[in-house]
């Protein structure tokens, strides 16, 4: 089992940046990759970043490359999304996920969740 906490969510404006993180606790995280996904109001939840269990592999949706960064500090058992040049587009519910298997791009394939946290971008 691994719980994860989400945090880091709130108001910004567009061009700005915010910084989520997701800490874990449970079975051994540091071995396992993890992943961000987002929900936005009437949408379905969608693939944001993945990252390996090392950290030197990931992977990103097309519309956050080169806005987005995932990393991660497996001795703090913690995985972070900077986000920066946020658009009002980026508005929705971030959620952590872990443990993945098969398509990481898709939600049904991961295996545990975080609560969600809300970001919400202003013009």
């Known amino acids: 089992q691994v719980q994860l906490v989400e945090s880091g969510g709130g108001l910004a404006q567009a061009g700005g940046s915010r910084r989520l993180s997701c800490v874990a606790s449970?079975?051994?995280?540091?071995?396992?990759?993890a992943g961000w996904f987002r929900q936005a109001p009437g949408k379905e939840r969608e693939f944001v970043a993945s990252?390996?269990?090392?950290?030197?592999?990931?992977f990103y949706e097309d519309s956050v490359k080169g806005r987005f960064t995932i990393s991660r500090d497996n001795a703090k058992n913690t995985v972070y999304l900077q986000m920066n040049s946020l658009k009002p587009e980026d508005t929705a519910v971030y959620y952590c996920?872990?443990?993945?298997?098969?398509?990481?791009?898709?939600?049904?394939?991961?295996?545990?969740w975080g609560q969600g946290t809300q970001v919400t971008v202003s013009t």
């Open positions: 449970g079975r051994a995280f540091g071995s396992i990759p």
């Open positions: 996920a872990a443990d993945p298997e098969g398509d990481y791009t898709q939600s049904a394939d991961w295996g545990y």
């Open positions: 990252i390996s269990w090392s950290g030197s592999s990931t």
